[in-house]
């Protein structure tokens, strides 16, 4: 007969193994399915937010189901509804796209992915979604001398959650195709059901609890009553704001760098480790000390969130936004965890967490891009997340001290905006100390009272915005789900330039008499303008180009040659046919050129066979590359459109990621000869004119087909690239290939 301390170290070990496997399966399919769509609809990091919605609705959902059934029945009634529910899934696996799903072209692709998810991965997300606040339900049925206080099974299930995340991008993704991983995980799921048949195995035969003897021992009988609305509302907030946070820095960190699992992952790790943290039964870092450290993270971070770096300096400022949002979610989720209820609400009090975490998801993927038209909603958070900081002397808070901590920001604002209207703040250096550096100053002497620092940090991030105002002639700026994109006037330059994010994706000389020459990565002293003067029109005729831009390569127009222009944002689009910021394809005959709106992958499919003598891969999101465009797959589509003597030309142009080696191991792959042109060296004259420092790669079947390119000293000819594999739709490793 099994004594009593071997049942309860068994039900320990088996309740705690089966929620961090379940835990692992919910965290494995979230970047794995992310992964799967993004042939689909391209790098945009609204992809992975999109689908972070997604599976915190679907969590939602799973602990209203694991609420309810609680309030109905027993939790030995329930574990056998349960196990009859985790068959259903079974059906759908292994988990992958449906054949003959395509993004709408030329709309908001938002609607046809949630569709898209709740067809594949709905179903088994759900099931596994309610795994933890049942086995806690459940284990407080047990007899077991901690059913009392389940809540550190919460840490046991971010454990498992942490792991996952820390595997996929680090041991799954590079070593896994996207198929095997789809049979590992139905794998998983399958253990996973005998791990919650052996759990519901253990409650069956587990004595009955008398609830009157839990309720008694607890220390306060306050915590046994049924929370407040009051009190429920600071749950919601509390999640709130961790949750829109982690979603703004995880677009904030990936625009520029790229979209894939690692750079999602990162912010989405610090947000669980945050809960195993707090949740755990001992304080592991006390909560004293992260609320006294938010204010000197947060005020660096407001004044960076206005500031352009190079690319040693964004490693950092990268460093500095994740540990920010690490700080101020431990502050979030630690006010979570000290108010935590009375057992009898476990999942109710899961329910108001997760119904927090949903809508903070909501606003910044789908509210933020309709009210704002920059990432606004990061810097709301931010705000959020210093104005709720727990205060010791609020009870004891004077009126006149409550009605400073709207004064004093307020005043601070006021002078500022001041001083830039009488100053002249157009000088980049000491403008930017009386705009950035006075609020910060001041803001710091704030920090013992929340509202007020909170406030003092919404005058920092204004006097930036401010700042910017009086840097440049900004002429427009459009959001979309594809990103924000900017017009603005460079006086120094004398140019207008189109922006991305963050990054410049072409400009136009203001001056009348050389506004139709090409500039920036296409200037003719650089690569493309060494190709141009190899080919006439008849060689030429017909030339793709992937990614629109301000339709700059539009400047190599001739009679006779036609260019088709693939973009898959229409404000782009929009951007670059308005006369009033660019000339390049107005210029044109509208018989010579056409913009085709989607995935320039998925609608260079329609093109005719071998139509093309040109086709330049030029796409971006912000800075960062579209992983799909440069794949086994990818390649194979352009090639069937690329006449028998034309020219694949990519631009890797990259401050982060060194794709030489990637684009090298294609070309091999395929049989293609490739050369090499950083281009990074520009002289002072071209500079000057406009040219910006850029690296292309082209491709061809035959060495001849590049005429007299390989002769050229700038140009390299690659051979068999080593230690670097081709890129696939089901394989990729961003992380190779970073610029460290």
């Known amino acids: ?87 259903l899934p079974i059906l759908l696996l292994p988990i ?6 395509q993004p709408p072209s030329g709309g908001n692709p938002v609607l046809w992915l949630l569709a898209l998810l709740s067809v594949s991965v709905g179903l088994p997300f759900f099931v596994i979604a309610t795994t933890n606040p049942l086995l806690q339900t459940w284990f407080s049925a047990t007899g077991h001398p901690a059913c009392k206080d389940p809540y550190f099974l919460y840490a046991a299930s971010n454990v498992g959650s942490l792991l996952a995340l820390v595997s996929y991008p680090l041991l799954l993704e590079p070593a896994l195709r996207l198929a095997t991983q789809g049979w590992l995980w139905s794998a998983g799921y399958g253990l996973l059901v005998l791990a919650m048949l052996g759990s519901a195995i253990l409650l069956w035969r ?33 999640a709130f704001i961790p949750s829109s946070l982690m979603l703004g820095v995880t677009t904030h960190v990936s625009t520029d760098v790229a979209s894939f699992p690692l750079l999602w992952i990162i912010p989405l790790t610090l947000y669980l480790l945050t809960f195993i943290l707090v949740f755990a039964r001992r304080e592991i870092v006390p909560q004293s000390m992260v609320i006294r450290l938010l204010p000197w ?44 209820p009375h057992t009898k609400y476990l999942t109710e009090f899961y329910l108001w967490m997760s119904f927090g975490g949903v809508l903070g998801g909501i606003f910044n993927a789908m509210v933020a891009p309709l009210l704002f038209d920059r990432i606004y909603e990061y810097s709301f958070a931010l705000v959020l997340a210093c104005l709720v900081i727990p205060c010791k002397a609020a009870s004891r808070q004077e009126r006149t001290a409550r009605v400073l901590d709207f004064v004093l920001p307020s005043l601070l604002v006021a002078v500022i905006a001041g001083l830039a209207c009488v100053l002249d703040l157009g000088n980049s250096g000491w403008g930017r100390v009386v705009l950035l550096g006075i ?88 690569p493309i303008g060494a190709l141009f003067q190899q080919y006439d029109v008849d060689e030429a005729k017909r030339i793709a180009v992937v990614g629109l831009g301000c339709g700059g390569l539009a400047a190599y127009h001739e009679p006779d040659r036609h260019f088709t222009f693939y973009e898959i944002d229409p404000v782009v689009k929009r951007i670059a046919e308005n006369r009033s910021f660019f000339t390049f394809l107005s210029a044109l005959p509208v018989a010579d050129y056409e913009v085709v709106l989607g995935d320039g992958r998925l609608t260079m499919q329609e093109a005719p066979e071998h139509g093309y003598d040109l086709i330049f891969m030029d796409a971006f999101s912000s800075d960062a590359i579209p992983v799909h465009l440069v794949t086994r797959e990818a390649v194979q589509i352009y090639l069937s459109k690329l006449s028998a003597e034309g020219v694949l030309v990519f631009n890797i142009t990259n401050r982060f990621v060194d794709l030489e080696q990637v684009v ?44 007299d390119l390989p002769s050229d000293p700038r140009w390299k000819l690659l051979g068999k690239p080593t230690g670097v594999e081709p890129w696939t739709d089901d394989f990729s490793n961003v992380v190779k290939v970073l610029k460290w």
Not at 4 to 19: E, K, N, P
Not at 96 to 101: F, L
Not at 453 to 477: C, D, H, P, R, T
Request: glycine share 6%.
């Open 439 to 526: 609020p910060a100053m001041v803001s710091f002497t704030f920090a013992e009272r929340p509202v007020r620092f909170g406030l003092g940090v919404a005058a920092i991030l204004l006097s930036g915005m401010l700042f910017n105002l009086f840097q440049g002639e900004e002429l427009y700026a459009e959001r979309s789900f594809f990103g924000v994109n900017r017009v603005a006037t460079d006086s120094e330059q004398e140019v207008r330039k189109i922006f991305h994010g963050t990054t410049a994706h072409g400009w136009q000389a203001l001056d009348a008499a050389r506004d139709h020459e090409p500039m920036a990565y296409y200037h003719r002293g650089g």
């Open 206 to 238: 587990s004595p009955a609890v008398v609830a009157s003897e839990s309720v008694a021992d607890e220390a306060s009988a306050r915590v046994a009553e049924r929370p407040a609305w009051r009190r429920r509302l600071k749950w919601v907030l509390w």
């Open 664 to 707: 090298a191991a294609l070309a091999e792959d395929a049989d293609l000869v490739c050369l090499s042109c950083p281009g990074t060296d520009i002289s002072q004259v071209e500079s000057k004119n406009g040219g910006a420092a850029c690296h292309f790669m082209m491709l061809a079947r035959d060495l001849d087909h590049l005429r």
């Open 96 to 101: 992958a796209v449906p054949a003959n799903w």
């Open 297 to 340: 993270l947060a005020i660096p971070l407001a004044i960076s969130m206005n500031a352009t770096a190079s690319r040693e300096a964004v490693w950092l400022l990268i460093g500095l936004n994740l540990m920010t949002f690490f700080v101020a979610s431990m502050v979030c989720h630690g006010q979570l965890a000290k108010d935590r």
């Open 1 to 87: 007969m099994i004594s009593s301390f071997s049942r309860h170290r068994l039900l320990m070990v088996s309740y705690t193994a089966t929620i961090l496997l379940s835990a692992l399966l919910l965290f494995l399919v979230q970047p794995m399915f992310a992964r799967m769509v993004l042939p689909l609809l391209g790098g945009t990091p609204a992809v992975w937010n999109t689908c972070m919605v997604f599976f915190q609705a679907t969590l939602l959902l799973g602990y209203l189901y694991a609420h309810v059934t609680t309030k109905w029945l027993s939790p030995k009634y329930q574990a056998v509804v349960h196990l009859c529910v985790m068959f």
